[in-house]
C-alpha cells in the first residue's frame, strides 16, 4: 500500500498542516523532513537548501523543536520560491539587496540558472556574512548551509519586503500564466 503523498506547495488546495502534522513529531533533522515526500512534494534540493538559509533555520534542528509559526513561514516561502521557478523557467532565491548588481559580484553560472544563496556553493563565501559555506551528506543528498548564518530553531518574523512576490509571483498561482 503506498501512502499519501504529502501537501504540494504549488497547489492552492494545499493543506500545509498535513506535513506540519509529520514535523513536529520527528527527530529527524527539518532538513532531512523537507527531502520527505510525505511531509512535502517536490521541494528537491535546491530549495530545502534555500528556504532555510533564508529564513536562517540550522538544518540539523529537529522536526519537534520546529514551531508552527516557523514551519508556515518556511511553507509560504517555498510557495513563493517554488511558483518563480515554474513561472519563470529559472530558481532565484537571493533578495534583491544580495543580487550580483547589488553585491557588484559576478553572476552565477550554473545549469539552472538564478541566483542562490548556498547550493553548490560549498567552501565559497555567504552572500551575506562571508564565511565559507558549508556542505555535507544528508540521506545521500548534498545539503549546503552557512554556519554563521543558519543558528536558529525558530525563523524571524518574515519582512514582506523580501518576499518574492514583488515580483508578481503570488498572484500567478490563482490566475493562469500569461505568455
Ligand atoms: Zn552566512
Known amino acids: 500500500m503506498v501512502a499519501a503523498s504529502g501537501p504540494d506547495p504549488l497547489r ?7 506535513g506540519y502534522a509529520r514535523v513536529r513529531r520527528s ?4 532538513a532531512a523532513l523537507l527531502m520527505d515526500q510525505k511531509v512535502a512534494a517536490g521541494v528537491g534540493n535546491i ?19 520546529i514551531d508552527h509559526r516557523t514551519w508556515r513561514v518556511l511553507w509560504d ?15 532565484d532565491t ?10 557588484g559580484r559576478p553572476a552565477r553560472v550554473d545549469r ?6 548556498v547550493y553548490r556553493r560549498a567552501d565559497l563565501p555567504c552572500h551575506v556574512c562571508g564565511t565559507p559555506v558549508r556542505s555535507s ?7 549546503y548551509w ?4 543558519q543558528r536558529r530553531k525558530s525563523a524571524p518574523v518574515p519582512d514582506r519586503r523580501n518576499r518574492l512576490d514583488v515580483h508578481g509571483v503570488e498572484p500567478l498561482l490563482s490566475r493562469p500564466v500569461r505568455p
Open 94 to 103: 537571493v533578495r534583491d539587496e544580495h543580487s550580483p548588481e547589488a553585491q
Open 47 to 65: 530549495f530545502r537548501a534555500e528556504v532555510l538559509f533564508r529564513h536562517r533555520i540550522d538544518p540539523a534542528t529537529p522536526g519537534r523543536e
Open 112 to 117: 539552472h540558472g538564478g541566483e542562490v544563496y
Open 12 to 18: 492552492p488546495d494545499a493543506d500545509p498542516d498535513r
Open 137 to 143: 551528506t544528508l540521506e545521500g543528498r548534498n545539503l
Open 146 to 149: 552557512c554556519p554563521k548564518c
Open 27 to 30: 527527530g529527524k533533522s527539518i
Open 77 to 91: 516561502d517555498l510557495v513563493d520560491l517554488m511558483a518563480y521557478a515554474k513561472v519563470h523557467g529559472r530558481i
